[in-house]
């Protein structure tokens, strides 16, 4: 496993360590298709305007599809300045799965929120996809969280009345997904997360374990090159956030995205590509295993 940002083997991630869950096919591997993304072949990013209105930019095989070049983000309040990213800088390729691991406030969360596009750092530079992030107007970056990254929260994040396959259809509807596609969709995600039998189910009538399963599926649903997960099994117990972790992990091989997600759960480090170590808002080198 790597263990440094620029610690890369260029034409691929490093070998990722084998899975015992796998998702069922996605269908487009029934028809003999590509991934449902495909980052093989990439379109060109034109101008801001039409920036993360659909798959473009950096998917070229050994070219990173997320740049993060001397991120520096200072929290004030009042006379009181927390510095939460110190010139951070690292890059991502398409398949990757990185951990971003590091103690509680050591700036995991600000990092990810500046990748994703939901806030905005002091100085630095974040491409995704060709998609200069943090230059884009906020209309670019709605469409860009929308089409081109697909997000996964601690807390799950599900809309409490809506079903199951409601939930994973709201991104859809936000794209106008034509309805018999949408449906489709949704079937295939829920099969692939392993929920084909609670399609109907409130959150509150699922476990904790089926309620992030549900979130991976609504975060794949507009097949976004890129997944963020910020905690994702920080409210699961630890064999449901080991599942959890290897879901994420056949998912990125699958649907062939990079996923960056921040944990502080060691026993969930050894399903990364790559480890990340952020101390006090700086990167640091990560101990190879012997
Ligand atoms: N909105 C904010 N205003 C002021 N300081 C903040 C704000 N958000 C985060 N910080 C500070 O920035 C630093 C990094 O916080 P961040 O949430 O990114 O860390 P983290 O590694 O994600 O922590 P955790 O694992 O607890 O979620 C911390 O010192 C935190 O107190």
């Known amino acids: 496993m790597n263990t440094q940002p620029g610690n890369h083997t260029p034409g691929g991630p490093a070998q990722p360590n084998a899975v015992a869950w796998q998702p069922a096919a996605t269908g487009n591997e029934q028809a003999g298709k590509p991934p449902a993304t495909d980052v093989t072949h990439p379109q060109p990013a034109t101008d801001p305007a039409q920036h993360a209105t659909g798959p473009a930019g950096t998917g070229d095989a050994g070219k990173p599809l997320v740049v993060v070049e001397r991120l520096r983000k200072v929290y004030r309040s009042g006379p009181k300045e927390v510095v939460a990213l110190r010139d951070v800088s690292f890059e991502a390729y398409p398949g990757e799965l990185i951990a971003i691991r590091g103690r509680s406030g050591s700036g995991k969360t600000t990092l990810l929120n500046q990748v994703g596009g939901l806030d905005r750092p002091d100085s630095g530079h974040v491409t995704v996809a060709g998609h200069p992030v943090t230059e884009l107007p906020e209309s670019g970056l709605l469409a860009l969280r929308r089409d081109v990254i697909g997000f996964i929260f601690q807390s799950f994040g599900l809309i409490p009345v809506l079903s199951a396959a409601e939930n994973v259809g709201v991104p859809l509807r936000l794209s106008r997904t034509p309805v018999a596609e949408r449906e489709e969709r949704i079937q295939i ?10 399609v109907n189910q409130r959150p509150y009538e699922l476990s904790g374990g089926q309620q992030q399963r549900v979130a991976v599926a609504r975060a794949l649903a507009n097949r976004p090159r890129l997944l963020i997960a910020d905690e994702p099994t920080g409210q699961l117990d630890s064999q449901t956030g080991r599942q959890i972790m290897q879901l994420l992990r056949a998912v990125v ?20 590509d790559r480890v990340l170590e952020l101390h006090d808002g700086a990167f640091t080198p990560v101990p190879t295993p012997a």
Request: no cysteine.
């Open 189 to 198: 995600l829920l099969s692939m997360v392993g929920l084909e039998k609670h």
């Open 253 to 272: 091989r699958s649907e062939g995205v990079t996923a960056l997600v921040a944990t502080h759960d060691p026993s969930l480090i050894t399903l990364a």
